[in-house]
């Protein structure tokens, strides 16, 4: 009889961006569940105690390297760094991302720059770099991290928009790119997620969070985005390429983050 395997037990994942929000929430998932992880913030202090934490709570060994994703020579290094003490590397996150609100207009070409920069532009280097890695030992699984704003006008976030938008059809370029290798690529489109970068660039708090049983109109938590991510870099995603899952549950204000937060 068959049984679904959503495991990820001995698996190399490298997840970028971990230092805090869904991207720390992804990697102590996949530790959880029996994966040796990488980390990178571009902050070594920030990234130490999620590293500290991860292995005090779990088996799993937790490498964190500071890394800036904008910049070739360090990503290079890190995943070096990841390949020299897990052995290779079975699945990458590139989670790391963020945006400001500005209307388009408002929009410096330095401020332009340093968002697309940050979320296409990383996503860039980390997969050129991981993929090398991954078909040298026969394949592996890249999971990209769109946004439900990648997916529809949102209005004060074009440059976010914009990027996160590529992130998608980059996806499915390179599945097909890379499937003569073994590499799976994916991508995930969260909606709203209560993380600190939300809170920080979008005045939203936590409190009165309803709890993830919750379907109806709520802000979601990085859990609601590991558990998908987990999923898709497991043996019961095989068969899933080049697709973009969104996950948004019932958005709170219809059927957009922006208007969720009176941007539109
Ligand atoms: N939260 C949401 O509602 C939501 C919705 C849709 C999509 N997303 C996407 O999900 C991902 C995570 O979002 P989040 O809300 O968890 O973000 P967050 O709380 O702002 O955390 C961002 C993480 O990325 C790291 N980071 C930023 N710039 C970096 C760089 N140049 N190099 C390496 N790491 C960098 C930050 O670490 P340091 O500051 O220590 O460098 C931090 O760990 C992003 O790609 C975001 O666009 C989020």
Redesign the pocket.
């Given at each position: 009889m068959h049984e679904a395997d959503f495991g990820v037990d001995g698996q190399s994942v490298v997840v970028?961006?971990?230092?805090?929000?869904?991207?720390?929430t992804i990697a102590e998932t996949f530790a959880a569940g029996g994966a040796d992880v990488a980390i990178?913030?571009?902050?070594q202090d920030?990234?130490d105690p999620v590293a500290e934490q991860i292995e005090a709570e779990t088996d799993a060994r937790c490498l964190a390297v500071e890394?800036?994703?904008?910049e070739r020579d360090e990503v290079e290094a890190f995943f070096e760094a990841v390949n020299d003490e897990f052995g290779g590397i079975d699945t990458l996150v590139n989670?790391?991302?963020?945006?400001f609100v500005a209307a388009f207009d408002d929009i410096s070409p330095n401020g332009w720059n340093a968002i697309v920069d940050?979320?296409l532009g990383?996503t860039f280097h980390c997969t050129q770099v991981a993929s090398q890695y991954m078909r040298e030992d026969g394949g592996g699984v890249v999971v990209n991290?769109?946004?439900?704003?990648g997916q529809h006008a949102a209005p004060n976030e074009s440059h976010y928009s914009a990027s996160?938008a590529a992130i998608i059809r980059l996806t499915e370029t390179l599945s097909v790119e890379y499937a003569s290798h073994g590499i799976r690529v994916v991508c995930v489109a969260?909606?709203?997620?209560q993380?600190?970068?939300?809170a920080e660039t979008l005045g939203i708090q936590s409190e009165d969070m309803p709890p993830r049983e919750a379907v109806d109109r709520r802000i979601g938590h990085?859990e609601d985005i590991a558990d998908v991510v987990q999923f898709l870099a497991s043996p019961a995603a095989a068969f899933v390429n080049g697709e973009t899952y969104t996950v948004k549950g019932v958005p709170r204000a219809g059927n957009s983050?922006s208007a969720d937060l009176g941007l539109q």
């Open positions: 970028t961006g971990a230092s805090q929000g869904i991207g720390r990178c913030s571009r902050s920030r990234i890394c800036n994703v904008r989670n790391a991302g963020g945006e940050l979320n990383g991290m769109s946004s439900v704003n996160k969260p909606g709203l997620i993380t600190p970068g939300v990085t983050m």
